[in-house]
DNA sequence: TTGAAAGCGTTACCAG
DNA sequence: CTGGTAACGCTTTCAA
């Protein structure tokens, strides 16, 4: 038998919709009578039934996170930030590693006041989804809400960071797939900026087919017995990079001596990699604290599109260096 | 304005009783009526409101999975296929990343059937746990439903493989954190069985302080440096062994030609290491199972206290050998 | 086979 | 300041 706000009127001698209002800290009551409910409520082991609650009032202080892909540490990173900031705002979160539509629906159910999307694809379950939402990901041609990591801009300072070093044969290892569009977008964004400066942009991509350490190995591999002898290698995230490093490696090749190597996702876990990675990308703070507030601007205004774009920014570590004047590749 | 089995009824012309049977698929309502009111309701879009759903029968069809710690990636393995179990047996899944005690509070908001908890710490907070629930870890002094994965067996069947292939200079590289209880039935289980085969069992021990796989690396590093010159090294999990793989490379120690590794964690992960690596641990996919299955037995039954046992076995893959007669270290 | 009505535990409003 | 009461949307008897 579970208690209830009526227990508790019994006991103090009071009116039920009394206890209410005494537990919802209303000012309307007399001190001392909310203090001897609150009272007898702890005492009593009083929990409110959150199902009564939402009946009658809407808003659940709950937003519901969709993340289908749990194995990708970059992600895991932004999802952590996103918990503590939505904690901070006085939110909970709950999360789904389902696809995108069975989230949804449950998430509905729970009546969450928002859904923050982390899924790359299938975002065409989105179009009716009644509830506030906001994705992350690339804002172009999108008539729904989603935090833009401006993945065209990243490619952009790295090019031209790699260039200011010197470089000039650069190569880019990532995936090309054309059903995920965050990593699509990150390859045409290399090869722009790449075409901007001049530079070949066609022999020097390398197609991971995949996005886990191993197939930036194997890509790399195949980059190592291409006839492209680059100066430099942009990783397009955290797991294809570690890969990287470890073909090169295993070829014996130094880095940045012989060779400097740069990665999408500006996230701290770069550090510990075998060589520091000097990164680049929005900082993870920032990308999970622009989505939530995000969010929650849209919860309240009910406002529907927009889109935010976020400036990245490159972090030096110890990957990248000058060109040296007698490179042998 | 969301509708409301009401304005179906109204629609319908029959009254709201009715509708909720049709809704619900009672044999009590003539198949024409049922239809009829079906088609209304998905014309109108009707989607029932959960909260006062709940708000009436309890069961909520959902379990929560507390799971504060994202980025091991033994465990993101496990819990993408514990999501799996359950939707195989038509209950839904949410997942928080907070401490448990919170996670608790909101679980029971959302009146979740059951809860998983994968926190190795901290477990006090179940004491007072009015929900089903069961653990992951050791179940030694338990009072509440753990699935046991026991890890004082994988250590002897460990210990006892490697003995039986010549091997009598084992270490070990592991966190002994006294907070950790896993971590430390770990490092106690190969200490016990290390010493009833009379080997070793202090000064071949190296604390990783950590569960990253940079503090496998750095403990092996110490170890490499060390007088014990082992000819075969146990890794306490996926992470760590990761890690002593990177430290044996950098000395050009080969696997397992010069020393042989084996891991705990019984995941497929472990074949895409550098070295396909020989693991030890309950399979996954059985670990899954045990859990959802356990613990939809105690939500229907209300037993409250259980242990359950499991079997690890060996996954051989390529890290181990017999030690070769000619042992240089 | 259908309908009426009584809750489920809260909140919110209106009287007192 | 406090109490009474009507919702909230649904399930579930109990009668018809």
Redesign the pocket.
């Known amino acids: 038998m579970?208690i209830?706000?009526?227990d508790i009127a019994l006991k103090a001698?009071?009116?039920?919709?009394?206890v209410?209002?005494a537990?919802?800290d209303s000012?309307?009551?007399?001190?001392?009578?909310?203090n001897k409910i609150l009272n007898i409520a702890k005492e009593m082991g009083?929990?409110?039934?959150f199902a009564?609650?939402r009946?009658?009032?809407k808003q659940s202080k709950v937003i519901g996170l969709i993340w289908p892909t749990l194995e990708r540490i970059a992600h895991s990173t932004v999802v952590t930030q996103i918990n503590e900031e939505i904690s901070k705002n006085s939110y909970s979160m709950i999360l789904s590693i389902n696809s995108i539509k069975d989230s949804i629906e449950m998430f509905k159910r729970f009546q969450v006041d928002g859904i923050i999307v982390f899924d790359e694809k299938n975002q065409d379950a989105l179009k009716d989804c009644s509830l506030p939402f906001v994705t992350y990901g690339v804002g172009k041609d999108k008539s729904f809400p989603v935090i833009d990591v401006n993945y065209q801009e990243s490619m952009d300072i790295t090019v031209k960071y790699l260039y200011s070093l010197g470089h000039r044969r650069i190569a880019y290892v990532g995936d090309f797939s054309p059903v995920d569009e965050r990593q699509l977008e990150k390859y045409n964004a290399v090869r722009n900026s790449l075409n901007e400066l001049g530079l070949p942009n066609t022999e020097n991509m390398f197609h991971t087919g995949g996005l886990d350490w191993y197939d930036g190995y194997v890509a790399t591999k195949r980059l190592l017995q291409s006839s492209f002898k680059p100066t430099a290698i942009i990783g397009s995230s955290y797991d294809i990079s570690a890969g990287i490093i470890r073909a090169l490696r295993e070829s014996n090749i130094i880095i940045p001596k012989d060779i400097s190597v740069i990665s999408y996702d500006n996230i701290p876990q770069m550090a510990n990699l075998e060589i520091p990675l000097t990164s680049v990308g929005v900082p993870i703070e920032e990308i999970a604290q622009c989505m939530v507030q995000t969010l929650l601007t849209i919860i309240q205004n009910k406002e529907t599109t927009f889109i935010k774009t976020l400036k990245p920014i490159i972090n030096e570590r110890v990957s990248c260096a000058h060109v040296s004047i007698e490179v042998k590749r």
């Open positions: 579970t209830t706000i009526k001698g009071v009116s039920y919709s009394t209410s209002k537990l919802n000012p309307l009551v007399k001190p001392i009578t909310k009083y929990e409110p039934n009564a609650q009946l009658v009032s």
